[in-house]
């Protein structure tokens, strides 16, 4: 059973940098087949795939976010990580980090979520 | 705004059955049997109960069904129990360049 956590600062100022890791537990980053993705949801608002990463390095962005955003894997901490630059309000939500397979058929491993607020 | 149509809110009383309903476009929901019904209750992570339009994994009970026609995907609960009341979002893959959406989500009261 593959466990998921997200840490990373809860508050960032505007036109920052928003920065998450996802520390994966029980079983190996590198999974055939198996993908890492990070969704948000802003307060009292819906779901929102920010993207998603393979453990080789590719990457599938959200086209609203691709400007601003990169998403990476260290296998060597078992971890992924999310950049988000020049953030605004807009951005304050629960960041997710979650495991999915193939064409996001079963999205069915979720981090417990951080929320992360963007205010100066 | 969500690529995602939902409902704002569905209601239905206990032991009756509740539908809600999920409209795409045919570039994602009616391009592809890959869409996916999460639970959410408040504050609480998302639960998948339904993946591939109308499979169920393991522990989900057979109350819980989706299917699809044309490019609008269904979730019907039948025998509602108080503990169905949360919030219900569905999710569909939308081919390579978008990849994924999700609806907007629907509030699920049990009265």
């Known amino acids: 059973q593959l466990q998921l956590q997200e840490s990373g600062p809860g508050l960032v100022k505007p036109s920052e940098t928003l920065s998450l890791t996802c520390t994966v537990s029980?079983?190996?980053?590198?999974?055939?087949?198996?993908?890492w993705a990070w969704i948000r949801q802003p307060p009292g608002k819906g779901l929102e795939w920010i993207g998603t990463?393979?453990?080789?390095?590719?990457?599938y962005y959200n086209p609203s976010l691709k400007s601003r955003l990169t998403m990476s894997v260290d296998s060597s901490k078992n971890q992924f990580s999310l950049r988000l630059g020049f953030v605004t309000a807009a951005d304050t939500a629960v960041y997710y980090c979650?495991?999915?397979?193939?064409?996001?058929?079963?999205?069915?491993?979720w981090g417990q979520g951080t929320l992360v607020t963007v205010s100066s | 705004q969500s690529a995602l149509t939902q409902p704002r809110s569905v209601s239905g009383s206990p032991g009756q059955s509740v539908t809600i309903s999920c409209t795409g476009t045919?570039?994602?929901?009616?391009?592809?049997?890959?869409v996916s019904w999460f639970q959410q209750y408040p504050g609480k992570v998302p639960k998948l109960i339904i993946y591939?339009?109308?499979e169920r994994p393991s522990g989900i009970p057979d109350r819980f069904s989706g299917s699809k026609s044309g490019n609008t995907a269904s979730l019907t609960i039948s025998g509602l129990q108080a503990e169905d009341e949360a919030d219900y979002y569905c999710?569909?893959?939308?081919?390579?360049?978008?990849?994924?959406?999700f609806g907007g989500g629907t509030k699920l009261t049990v009265l």
């Open positions: 979650a495991g999915h397979t193939p064409t996001i058929r079963m999205i069915d491993s």
């Open positions: 029980g079983g190996s980053i590198n999974i055939n087949e198996y993908y």
């Open positions: 990463v393979y453990y080789t390095g590719s990457t």
């Open positions: 045919s570039s994602d929901v009616g391009a592809y049997n890959l």
């Open positions: 591939g339009v109308d």
């Open positions: 999710c569909s893959y939308a081919g390579n360049y978008i990849h994924v959406v």
